[in-house]
Nanobody, 119 residues
Framework: QVHVVESGGGLVQPGGSLRLSCAAS????????MAWYRQAPGQQRELVAM??????NYGDFVKGRFTISRDNAKNTVYLQMNSLKTEDTAVYYC??????????????WGQGIQVTVSS
């Protein structure tokens, strides 16, 4: 069983910054792709950013404002969000895939964390 827990969300003013963290724990042998998604009310879940090895990919709306990074030793992924806009308000979800110590593939989601951008 692999658990994924997000932290770092909250309320921030437009133009501000937040740093989200996501830690995976359990019987992990290796992690492969680590990603952040978001879902605003009435909207579909969309990819914010993903990191796999040294490769990163971002949603078009990010436009250089966010940076994803990871610490493999801690099975943790971070999302630094700068120049936040009101339209970035959403529940942010972390997704991690990889292999367990039994060499079974896992694909786990966190519970989500609220990010609210408002003055």
């Amino acid at each position: 069983q692999v658990h994924v827990v997000e932290s770092g969300g909250g309320l921030v003013q437009p133009g501000g910054s937040l740093r989200l963290s996501c830690a995976a724990s359990g019987y992990i042998f290796s992690t492969y792709t680590m990603a952040w998604y978001r879902q605003a009310p009435g909207q579909q879940r969309e990819l914010v950013a993903m990191i796999r090895g040294g490769m990163t990919n971002y949603g078009d709306f990010v436009k250089g404002r966010f940076t994803i990074s990871r610490d493999n030793a801690k099975n943790t992924v971070y999302l630094q969000m700068n120049s936040l806009k009101t339209e970035d308000t959403a529940v942010y979800y972390c997704n991690v895939d990889g292999y367990s110590t039994s060499l079974l593939k896992f694909d786990s989601w966190g519970q989500g964390i609220q990010v609210t951008v408002s003055s």
